[in-house]
C-alpha cells in the first residue's frame, strides 16, 4: 500500500482497527467449589453447552500444537472421542502433525469457545490408537469422506487440485458407493493422554477465571492461575 491510498477504500483492516478491538467479559464464573473435581467430568459439561450454544458452529473443533525437530507448528482437528484415558481425533499418520508427534509426542490441544468466553487447554501425550479402534470409526464416516482420505496424501506437496480430483475419481470409481471402503494403512486415531487441563472463563476487569488441573499419579490436583 502506498501512502497516498486513501484509507477508506483500502481492502484491508487497520492497524488501529485490530488494536482496538476487546470486549468485557461476563460476571458468571468459575471457581474451586463449582468446578467439578474430575477434570474430564467438567470438560464433558463444557463441551454438551459449548454443543448447545448456537454462536458456536464446531464445538469439537480444537487446535492441536505440535513441536517436532522443524519447530512449532499448529492447526485444528475435530475431537471424536473423550473419556478418562483422554481425547481421540483421526488423522493421516504420514502427515506433518504425525512426523512432528513421532519426533515430540507432548502436544497441547487447545478449545476455542469465544462466545461463550471460555478456553480449555490440554497439555498430554498422544499416541496411536488401536488399528481395530480406527477400522471401526472409519467405517462410521460417510463415503465421500472415506474416499478422501484414500485419496489425500495429507501434507504433500501437490502439482494440482486436479490430480487431487482425478485421484478421487477413480478411487470413487474401484469403490462406488455403498461398497466397503477400507480404511487406508496410513489412517487413525490418536489417543492424548492428558497431563493438565486448564478451564479458563472471561470475567469482568480482565480478571478472568483460569483453573488448572495437574496430573500427580492418578489424582488431579486443582490450582488457580493469575490471568
Ligand atoms: C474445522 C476443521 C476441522 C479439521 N479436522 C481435521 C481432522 O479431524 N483431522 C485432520 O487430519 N485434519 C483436520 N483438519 C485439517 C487440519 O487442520 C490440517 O490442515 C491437516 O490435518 C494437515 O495438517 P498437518 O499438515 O499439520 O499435518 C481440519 C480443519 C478444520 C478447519
Do not use: C
Not at 116 to 139: H, P, T
Not at 140 to 159: C, F, H, K, N, Y
Not at 198 to 207: A, D, I, K
Amino acid at each position: 500500500m502506498t501512502l497516498d491510498t486513501p484509507m477508506a477504500e483500502s481492502p484491508e483492516i487497520s492497524r488501529e482497527a485490530i488494536s482496538a478491538m476487546r470486549r468485557s467479559y461476563g460476571e458468571a464464573g468459575i471457581t474451586e467449589s463449582s468446578i467439578n473435581p474430575d477434570p474430564i467430568a467438567q470438560f464433558s459439561l463444557w463441551l454438551k453447552e459449548a454443543t448447545a450454544n448456537s454462536m458456536i458452529i464446531e464445538a469439537n473443533a480444537m487446535v492441536l500444537s505440535t513441536l517436532g525437530q522443524d519447530g512449532p507448528s499448529a492447526r485444528t482437528v475435530l475431537l471424536k472421542d473423550v473419556d478418562q484415558n483422554g481425547f481421540t481425533f483421526f488423522t493421516n499418520y504420514q502427515s506433518d502433525k504425525s512426523r512432528q508427534i513421532q519426533a515430540n509426542p507432548k502436544v497441547s490441544l487447545l478449545f476455542p469457545w469465544y462466545p461463550m468466553e471460555r478456553q480449555v487447554i490440554v497439555i498430554g501425550s498422544a499416541s496411536k490408537i488401536d488399528q481395530a479402534e480406527s477400522e471401526k470409526y472409519f467405517a462410521t464416516r460417510p463415503w465421500s469422506s472415506q474416499i478422501g482420505a484414500l485419496a489425500s496424501s495429507q501434507s504433500e506437496v501437490i502439482d494440482s487440485r486436479q490430480v487431487l480430483e482425478q485421484r478421487f475419481k477413480e478411487l470413487a470409481e474401484k469403490y462406488p458407493q455403498g461398497s466397503v471402503v477400507p480404511k487406508p494403512e496410513n489412517w487413525g486415531g490418536y489417543l492424548v493422554k492428558p497431563s493438565s487441563i486448564e478451564f479458563w472463563q472471561g470475567r469482568y476487569s480482565r480478571l478472568h477465571d483460569r483453573l488448572r488441573f495437574n496430573l500427580s499419579g492418578s489424582n488431579w490436583n486443582l490450582e488457580r492461575l493469575s490471568p
